[in-house]
């Protein structure tokens, strides 16, 4: 009887837990749907029309685009390495005693957000794009360290083994046996985490760590729409395109 009551008390303790986490939000939900809100809205998102397209700054728009672009492939290729070397401790690949110690430094690294990180780079390197890099950088080892560590985890040990037994060393044994198993699998995670990383970039601007999201904390500031309104499209734009290119990518190593 209760084994049979267990899946129902699961599914009211979750509709529970969703409606005291409604509950919690304050606002004022009926100015929210009422109609000045509405035109508040629409006056508000009426000042983005038209975009700015000055030559000036439409060449400071293309600079800020590249600069986005740099500071999140330099970031997520840091952070390649920094993952790499923390994920084969964590998944036990050099023995069992830093395992612990090295799943502590990952989930310390990710569980902090990128902006911390930023406001710290940016205290020590000054603003600009170097704050921005060294940030994802940070952030971005903790994820991927924790993902690529679950990825040597689920490798077939066989391979290793029957190379070690053949007197193959440690190093070399991983190299022929282990990384070619879960390459694939690592590059598909460094590119979905450089597709975040591009949105990631997009936002430390907002303090001072360079590309386009300094670009819109500054212009959005002055209220200067029009221009917010081109930073935004280069975002979008920006985005789609790494999008593409990383399905593309991920596909082919998965086919």
């Keep these: 009887m209760m084994l049979a009551l267990r ?51 439409l060449r400071k728009l293309a600079w800020g685009t590249l600069e986005t672009l740099a500071i999140s492939w330099l970031g997520t290729l840091l952070a390649v390495s920094g993952a790499l070397l923390l994920a084969l401790p964590a998944a036990g690949r050099w023995g069992s005693a830093p395992k612990g110690s090295a799943r502590l430094v990952l989930n310390a690294l990710r569980a902090v957000p990128e902006l911390v990180w930023a406001a710290l780079a940016v205290i020590l390197s000054g603003l600009g794009p170097f704050a921005g890099t060294l940030a994802l950088a940070v952030h971005t080892t903790g994820v991927l360290g924790r993902l690529f560590a679950e990825a040597l985890e689920n490798a077939s040990p066989e391979p290793y083994a029957s190379l070690r037994r053949h007197g193959v060393g440690a190093v070399a044994a991983f190299w022929y046996a282990t990384f070619p198993q879960v390459l694939p699998q690592l590059a598909s995670y460094t590119l979905y985490r450089w597709e975040i990383n591009v949105r ?14 300094q670009m819109l904390h500054f212009h959005l500031s002055l209220f200067q729409m029009r221009e917010t309104a081109s930073v935004l499209i280069a975002m979008i734009v920006l985005v789609a395109l790494v999008d593409v290119f990383s399905n593309r990518v991920r596909v082919r190593l998965t086919t």
């Design 200 to 213: 990631a970039a997009a936002i430390l601007g907002v303090v001072g760590a360079g590309g386009l999201g």
């Design 7 to 57: 899946p129902l008390l699961g599914v009211a303790a979750a509709l529970a837990f969703l409606a005291a986490c409604v509950a919690s939000l304050s606002g004022d939900w009926a100015s929210f749907f009422s109609h000045d809100a509405a035109a508040k809205m629409f006056e508000y998102v009426g000042g983005f029309f038209p975009p700015a397209m000055d030559a000036p700054f």
